[in-house]
């Protein structure tokens, strides 16, 4: 499989290994095998996935495409580094294609933590988690007064009927934990701010491919959206350590 993007060869990648399968499912059969491990996958996002070269399923003369368990396995492959890894597409290309030589593949399963910077780890895809209020705060060990505070000047948003995402239980944890350190919650409307302004900057770029009516757009502008938060984390990880030197005397 070639960089620009351009579908594999059937003699390429894990199709080598055993051939296609003769039993072939359907893009359906194929979205509900994905779909409990990976409960946000589309059929739009099967396509561009195709559309980018990352998988190459055989078609029927009709034109309906016709999926081999090896297709779905590497369907997995992909669709688990973006989802633990939080790697943009070119990076998981050169993954398989490591994988199609017989090198050992970077993606790992599951991990908790990746790592987007030498020296830096951030948990990545945890907006379809819900927890209650109760459990956010036993999980993070917050006080009810302090998370009232987050919500008040806009750090922690709950979702009707009163739910929180991933994306809170992560911001709840590191404002534990940076209260530990000695900040105060007054100090942390910067973090709100400059994410508001990266937000502002991003949608600009998003909303061109938002607007366009074709489901294969609103996949690429997903993708997009993933690889600008992960430069974004990197950027501003190697910010502050570049400077954090002099106070640390490096």
Do not use: C
């Not at 239980?169 to 508001?196: C, K, P, Q, S, Y």
């Not at 009516?213 to 690889?227: G, Q």
């Amino acid at each position: 499989m070639n960089p620009s993007g351009a579908a594999a060869h059937d003699h390429q990648g894990p199709r080598a290994q055993g051939g296609r399968d003769n039993a072939l499912m359907s893009i359906g059969e194929v979205l509900a095998q994905l779909r409990t491990e990976f409960p946000d996958t589309t059929i739009s996002k099967l396509r561009f996935l195709e559309a980018e070269g990352l998988v190459d399923p055989q078609r029927t003369a009709s034109g309906y495409r016709k999926y081999s368990w090896n297709d779905v396995a590497r369907l997995r492959f992909v669709l688990t580094a973006q989802r633990d890894q939080y790697l943009p597409l070119r990076v998981i290309r050169e993954q398989l294609e490591a994988q199609e030589r017989g090198d050992d593949p970077l993606v790992h399963r599951r991990p908790s933590l990746v790592a987007v910077g030498s020296e830096s780890e951030v948990p990545v895809d945890t907006a379809d988690s819900r927890v209650s209020r109760a459990d956010l705060v036993e999980r993070t060990g917050i006080a009810e007064q302090m998370l009232s505070e987050l919500e008040q000047i806009g750090l922690v948003v709950s979702r009707p009927p009163g739910w929180y995402d991933g994306d809170a239980v992560v911001i709840v944890e590191a404002v534990v934990g940076l209260v530990r350190h000695g900040l105060e919650l007054r100090h942390l409307r910067a973090f709100r701010t400059g994410a508001d302004r990266e937000v502002g900057l991003f949608a600009q770029l998003l909303t061109p491919l938002m607007r366009q009516h074709d489901p294969a757009a609103r996949a690429r502008a997903a993708e997009t959206a993933r690889e600008l938060q992960a430069l974004s984390q990197r950027l501003h990880a190697a910010l502050v350590r570049a400077g954090l030197r002099d106070t640390l005397g490096r």
